[in-house]
């Protein structure tokens, strides 16, 4: 269970399980996420082994770095490791209406136009 205290999140080892998904579904080692978001890599090290909390303002760092990264995944279990993950996809293709002025000619093309 987490708990927040002095702006930071009790580590626990499902969260760094989890902090572990994320890594794995953004193909990313821990390394570059620390380089890309400014969160030190000793910092995300110490939290992945358990010996450190994961601060708030580091989280806020990750998210802006990765804005996929879904926090009620890594916080609370919650849904998938990224957010385009909990995105439920369809079939449907959108339907675009145009509204084509009399003076105006329309030429309409499709993919197979577009291809050499």
Do not use: C, H
């Amino acid at each position: 269970m987490e708990a927040t205290i002095n702006n930071s999140l009790m580590v626990d080892k499902d969260m760094a399980e989890r902090f572990r998904a994320i890594q794995k579904q953004l193909e990313v080692n821990t390394r570059v996420m620390a380089l890309k978001s400014g969160v030190s890599d000793d910092k995300l090290y110490q939290f992945l082994a358990g010996r450190q909390n994961l601060t708030l303002e580091s989280l806020r760092l990750l998210k802006k770095a990765y804005p996929d990264i879904s926090t009620e995944f890594l916080i609370g279990g919650q849904g998938k490791p990224l957010v385009s993950m909990n995105t439920v996809l369809t079939d449907e293709v959108p339907t675009v209406y145009i509204i084509k002025p009399d003076n105006v000619e329309v030429k309409i093309r499709t993919d197979a136009d577009l291809l050499y």
